[in-house]
């Protein structure tokens, strides 16, 4: 069973896809400014989320910094387009998956204190769609070994909750749903984001 938002959801990820492949595949120049664009953003978000606190401004390297220099590092590598492309794509499934698992089978919660959408059967689906994903991967594209892939795969999806409860735990403190609305079903840049907080440090450095 699918609402609204979640058609909502996919349909913007379809479209953020998109523009990440035609920003990577068509020039440098196209990447590294799709690249700034979502950090200034995101910038913006953080201010506003924060109320211009200071002495958060740390956290913001770890949100913001940290993972869009892991995608420009991915970037430079021998199979890095590839790998951004699959990054992008194993996110938005895995994001889905636990949306629908979670949305049809309920069931126990995280951490609702944190972020009380997510149930461990949304995390199990997560699981499932990072293994699947990295096989994938690993058959097509050749980034990683076949033997290690669903090692991989259930990494890429707890780290990616993990970003994400980052992120909620932030927008918790300061009593904020969303950190914009850039962005239709999901809100705003950093909500896109944060599941990248710390996979793609990961991956840029598995792939590389």
């Given at each position: 069973?699918?609402?609204n938002?979640f058609?909502?959801r996919?349909?913007?990820?379809?479209v953020?896809?998109?523009?990440?492949?035609?920003?990577?595949y068509?020039?440098?120049?196209s990447?590294?400014?799709l690249?700034f664009s979502i950090?200034?953003?995101?910038?913006?978000?953080?201010?506003?989320?924060t109320?211009?606190?200071?002495?958060?401004y740390?956290?913001a390297?770890?949100?913001?910094?940290?993972?869009n220099a892991?995608?420009i590092?991915?970037y430079?590598?021998?199979?890095?387009?590839?790998?951004?492309v699959?990054?992008?794509?194993?996110?938005?499934?895995?994001?889905?998956?636990?949306?629908?698992?979670?949305?049809?089978?309920?069931?126990?919660?995280?951490?609702?204190m944190?972020?009380?959408?997510?149930?461990?059967?949304?995390?199990?689906?997560?699981?499932l769609?990072?293994?699947?994903?990295t096989?994938?991967?690993?058959?097509?594209?050749?980034l990683?070994?076949?033997?290690?892939?669903?090692?991989?795969g259930?990494?890429?999806?707890?780290?990616g909750?993990?970003?994400?409860?980052?992120?909620?735990?932030?927008?918790?403190?300061?009593g904020?749903?969303?950190?914009?609305?850039i962005?239709?079903?999901?809100g705003?840049i950093l909500?896109?984001?944060?599941?990248f907080?710390?996979?793609?440090?990961?991956?840029?450095?598995?792939?590389?």
């Amino acid at each position: 069973m699918v609402d609204n938002n979640f058609i909502v959801r996919m349909l913007s990820s379809i479209v953020i896809l998109f523009i990440f492949s035609f920003a990577t595949y068509f020039s440098d120049l196209s990447f590294y400014l799709l690249i700034f664009s979502i950090a200034v953003l995101s910038s913006f978000e953080w201010y506003n989320l924060t109320k211009g606190n200071k002495i958060l401004y740390i956290f913001a390297l770890l949100l913001i910094a940290l993972p869009n220099a892991s995608l420009i590092y991915l970037y430079n590598l021998p199979q890095g387009k590839y790998a951004l492309v699959w990054i992008i794509l194993t996110i938005w499934s895995i994001d889905i998956t636990a949306y629908l698992f979670g949305k049809n089978f309920g069931g126990p919660k995280i951490c609702p204190m944190i972020s009380p959408g997510k149930t461990w059967s949304g995390l199990l689906g997560a699981i499932l769609a990072g293994i699947v994903c990295t096989i994938f991967g690993s058959i097509f594209f050749g980034l990683f070994s076949i033997l290690y892939s669903p090692f991989i795969g259930c990494a890429i999806a707890i780290l990616g909750q993990l970003g994400d409860f980052t992120e909620s735990l932030i927008k918790r403190v300061y009593g904020v749903k969303d950190s914009g609305g850039i962005i239709p079903g999901h809100g705003g840049i950093l909500d896109r984001m944060d599941s990248f907080i710390f996979t793609a440090p990961f991956i840029a450095i598995y792939v590389s």
